[in-house]
């Protein structure tokens, strides 16, 4: 439950989950909440660009066009530059992701919207199924031979001894750090964005402009780390799904 700072609105308010349609089955709660719904937003957005951009193709692409084909093209090289061809069969579910992240920070962004990247258990089941999802795939095209991944190629055996319960760790953190990254930017963002907002109103009409610009310029930073997280947590993902796939 969020506080109320003195004065005004906490600003983790913004982050509380609200039951828009309560559900409730047996002693599980499956509400419709603000957070599902701007989830809800994110893939209709999504699929209404695309849906929008290929309904009237043509040879001169509009701009509703260029940028479905520019998204597409962004994602699909940067998943054969990092996985080669072998891992272009996983674009479809490399780009959806995109997409779901990176509508999900934009809507976030705007007046009285929810960002539901901000929250730790979005971004963690997020990477928890990356994670789970390259393992196996790792061991389906590799089997006991994935275990490979955690010895440095050419180390004598008494550093691989060493090494392996390190490569180990570091593999087992991905989902951890993959996950923190999304969330940590987003909220850290959101908040700065709200405390400065509030000194808009509490100083004024003349004194408020310095806020006010402060707010404008950190809106326009936070559409780019917007951009940027979207691509960072989809790059990252191309980057496990190529040692699941190449190994070393």
């Keep these: 439950m969020a506080e109320h700072a003195e004065g005004g609105h906490s600003p983790m308010e913004q982050f509380q989950i609200e039951p828009l349609i309560p559900i409730h089955v047996g002693g599980t709660d499956l509400s ?21 951009a290929t309904r009237h193709r043509t040879m001169v692409p509009g701009r509703l066009q260029s940028t479905a084909e520019m998204l597409y093209e962004f994602v699909a ?24 992240i990176l509508f999900g920070n934009l809507l976030g962004l705007m007046p009285y919207a929810f960002t539901f990247t901000s929250h730790i258990v979005v971004t963690a089941a ?12 790792g061991f389906a095209r590799h089997g006991l031979h994935f275990f490979s991944l955690f010895v440095p190629p ?9 090494l392996a319960p390190l490569e180990l760790f570091s593999y087992l953190i991905r989902p951890v750090s993959l996950s923190l990254r999304l969330f940590a930017n987003m ?5 700065l964005l709200k405390v400065l907002a509030g000194f808009i109103i509490s100083l004024g009409l003349i004194f408020g402009v310095i806020p006010f610009v402060a707010v404008f310029g950190i809106t326009l930073l936070e559409i780019m780390v917007a951009v940027i997280q979207a691509y960072v947590f989809t790059l990252l993902t191309c980057l496990y799904l190529n040692d699941a796939i190449n190994l070393h």
Excluded: C, E, Q, R
């Excluded at 050419?154 to 060493?162: D, N, Q, V």
């Design 32 to 52: 419709y909440t603000n957070s599902a719904l701007f989830m809800t937003f994110a893939v209709l957005l999504s699929a209404l660009l695309f849906w929008g």
């Design 187 to 191: 909220l850290a963002g959101h908040v």
């Design 154 to 162: 050419g180390a004598p055996l008494g550093i691989a001894i060493i």
């Design 77 to 100: 090289g940067m998943v054969k530059d990092n996985t080669g061809l072998a891992g272009m069969k996983y674009f479809p579910f490399v780009f959806t992701l995109f997409l779901f």
């Design 126 to 137: 997020m990477a928890v199924f990356v994670f789970v999802g390259v393992t196996i795939i």
